[in-house]
């Protein structure tokens, strides 16, 4: 018997690979990184990801090298487990579990509770499980951040806000502010491996190293500053000759122990500065950044490479776009910058520079951001916006077409338009059909204007370029929207409340549109053989959906629509509505009364971002629910994650959970399963906070509201999978 596909959410890239500090081997070949669910091992050489260790059910919450064995690496994690590898080979050698119910063990609690820091022994038995129960706490009120403890010479020191602990002596204290106003709060610590010494740094940029801790009345300490900013992270090497120092300056400062007047510098890193791990002999330093990057040091004299995570900077403001070339996902990448991240090697395939402005990291600086980019359809021609706003003056603005150079296979600036509309842009589209010499892309601003742009006649001493060809308005109104049908042959542009479309062959106005109240947030065109219909969204939370060729509005439903988009080999639509902090997946046709597929809180949150990608081999599936699958994938950005839909072959009829993580790691669901079914919910990662929770096993058994037999966890999820099943959305529809 032939068991049929599923539906469901994968987590297909952009893992947090600067989650925690990464572990170096031995030899300096390899780095370990903690990753979503897995660890990854890097070549430091090629950068490469060699291996990937998965075998853990929840965030991977550090990783070490095994002292007696360096070919071996222990990852801990928030499933209670502790797991053995032999991460050259990907092998897992053993599994060591904590059983819930012993007395003293681990605690994985909520982010507002504190953690104990617990001694635990692994005994050597021959079986691959083993359960440990030999436990014994250490310390009590433990912050979830690592940062706050750090092992040396017969200490053990930890710190909360303003004060810092020795487990052989006592408590030492500051002042909350220093005599300049700046915070003292206490940011890292590291000691020093052979010497009574401790290094602190601090929010106003200032390193302390502590000393005479055995002296509870004669203990001394000596300031250093350099950063202007927090300090972030501090290590010592391995010998202690050296005291190593980051923060947001993208500074790595090297000092020298006991003569620290003398200070070496490796700047322009890139990002903050994170983590900093130092291989076993001090020749290989590895920092952590803030923009998901881990770089790769000679000595604190040279980089010697880079290994890039998918960047995930403080907002995605421009579409997701695939490149038809690349195939890679394109989206906003460091600050200024566009990145081009492939998704199936789940890696940076390169960075282009639209602003080709240094960044500065300094809070309150007014810098050019890019806002927005498209691509054409053959993948020729990329327009980008990019904009610098300003608290005292109006916007700079800068429209910038690139053209795709072969021999470099990345693309060049062709043309830029400084101020190409007196106000913001609020749109911009190519024409999907257009190529070469015909090229055409459209602008819509809030200047009330819309303009399109179209390729000059190549000069005798250089290309082609760009100029407006175009520019149009309609009673005064701002547009906000604007869109091609598959064919270019009509574009419509919605001004506030009015959709309009247009010939781009004689850019005659054709009609306008009327719809219900509220201003036009989204505008699609459907394709194929629905290819008559016009679709969008407004501000009133109506999906309207209008006949081209009756030039009359088709129907319309009541939903707060956060993204609508077309997949552009097939007539099927997507539309992501927002309800009760969660997002809900409906695909249907324009012609049809009835979702095709609809899957309710497909994830928490709003997601704004998605993209139809083709298949590079289309499947072949008679499934009514899964054929929209068969030739394009549906990739949607939450803010922790890059998600797709795929269709699976169950390997068991057993239902698989929602993984939580901050990022990548594959995330399984079955159709019609909901977060709000799941053990938990996602959990943020940041440099100072970690949520732990505590796991229990799928099939304990769950009391329910009745006086019936106790249900399993499987069958009480099923239960409320069935009864909050909702296939109403367009009720309105079959009324009509």
Aim: overall charge negative; aromatic content about 8%; charged content about 20%.
């Amino acid at each position: 018997m032939v068991e049929q596909a599923e539906i469901r959410v994968v987590h297909q890239g952009g893992s947090n690979i600067t989650f925690r500090e990464p572990a170096i081997s031995s030899d300096s070949r390899f780095l370990l990184c903690a990753s979503g669910h897995n660890v990854k091992v890097f070549s430091t050489v090629t950068e490469e990801c060699v291996q990937e260790l998965r075998g853990h059910t929840d965030l991977v919450t550090g990783v070490l090298i095994r002292p007696s064995n360096h070919l071996q690496a222990y990852s801990c994690s928030a499933d209670g487990t502790v797991r053995l590898w032999d991460f050259t080979d990907g092998i897992l050698i053993k599994v060591k579990t904590f059983p819930p119910s012993s007395e003293g063990s681990i605690r994985l609690i909520k982010p507002s509770d504190s953690l104990q820091l617990l001694a635990v022994h692994l005994p050597q038995t021959a079986g691959q499980l083993v359960e440990t129960s030999d436990l014994s706490a250490v310390l009590s009120d433990v912050s979830p951040n690592p940062a706050t403890v750090a092992f040396g010479r017969a200490l053990m020191i930890f710190y909360d806000k303003l004060s810092i602990f020795c487990c052989c002596a006592s408590r030492f204290s500051l002042k909350e502010n220093s005599c300049s106003g700046r915070s003292n709060t206490f940011t890292c610590v590291a000691c020093h491996p052979t010497d009574d010494c401790v290094a602190t740094g601090h929010e106003d940029g200032k390193i302390r190293l502590w000393r005479n801790f055995d002296q509870k009345r004669e203990y001394t300490y000596r300031t250093l500053h350099w950063h202007h900013g927090a300090v972030r992270a501090l290590r010592f090497t391995p010998e202690g000759s050296n005291l190593l120092s980051g923060g947001v300056e993208s500074v790595l400062v090297q000092w020298q122990y006991q003569q620290e007047s003398q200070q070496d510098f490796l700047p322009r890193l890139g990002a903050a500065i994170t983590h900093i791990a130092v291989s076993p002999d001090g020749a290989l330093f590895c920092t952590s950044h803030s923009d998901n990057k881990i770089t790769v040091i000679q000595s604190c004299v040279k980089v010697s490479s880079i290994i890039q995570g998918l960047v995930k900077g403080e907002a995605v403001q421009t579409d997701l776009m695939v490149d038809p070339r690349s195939k890679a996902l394109v989206l906003n990448g460091k600050p200024g910058h566009l990145q081009f991240y492939s998704l199936h090697r789940d890696r940076l395939l390169f960075n282009l520079d639209v602003v080709q402005q240094e960044f500065i990291h300094q809070e309150g600086l007014d810098q050019f951001q890019v806002v927005m980019a498209t691509l054409d359809g053959a993948g020729a021609w990329l327009a980008t916006v990019e904009e610098r706003k300003q608290e005292t003056a109006e916007a700079e603005l800068n429209l910038k077409l690139w053209a795709f150079d072969e021999p470099s296979q990345s693309f060049v600036l062709n043309t830029t338009v400084s101020t190409p509309h007196e106000a913001r842009i609020t749109a911009v589209t190519f024409d999907p059909a257009a190529r070469g010499q015909t090229s055409l892309l459209v602008s819509c601003g809030q200047d009330g204007l819309f303009k399109a742009w179209g390729l000059t006649v190549p000069s005798p001493d250089g290309g082609p370029s760009w100029s407006c060809d175009f520019v149009s308005a309609y009673h005064g109104l701002a547009p906000q929207r604007c869109c091609f049908s598959a064919d270019g042959s009509l574009l419509a542009v919605g001004f506030q409340e009015v959709v309009t479309v247009w010939s781009p062959a004689s850019w005659e106005l054709l009609l306008t549109l009327s719809q219900p109240p509220g201003n036009i947030r989204d505008l699609c065109f459907s394709r194929l053989s629905c290819s008559k219909f016009l679709l969008g969204t407004t501000s009133c939370n109506q999906l309207c959906c209008w006949n081209l060729l009756t030039c009359s509005l088709e129907w319309s439903t009541s939903m707060e629509v956060s993204l609508l988009l077309a997949d552009p080999l097939s007539d099927n639509m997507a539309a992501f509505c927002h309800q009760d902090g969660n997002t809900d997946l409906f695909v249907f046709k324009p012609s049809e009364p009835r979702p095709l597929f609809s899957q309710k809180a497909v994830c928490s949150g709003r997601v704004s971002r998605a993209v139809f990608a083709p298949r590079e081999v289309a499947l072949e599936s008679c499934e009514e629910s899964s054929r929209w699958l068969n030739r394009s994938q549906l990739y949607f950005l939450t803010p922790l994650m890059v998600n797709k839909w795929a269709k699976y072959r169950p390997i068991s009829s057993k239902l698989t959970l929602w993984e939580r993580g901050p990022t990548l790691t594959e995330k399984k669901t079955s159709a019609g399963e909901t977060p709000s079914d799941m053990e938990e919910e996602e959990e943020e990662d940041s440099d100072e906070e970690m949520e732990t929770r505590a796991t229990r096993s799928e099939e304990a058994p769950l009391e329910t509201d009745s006086a019936g037999p106790v249900l399993s966890r499987a069958q009480v999820r099923e239960l409320r999978r069935v009864r909050k099943l909702d296939h109403s959305w367009f009720s309105s529809l079959l009324d009509s």
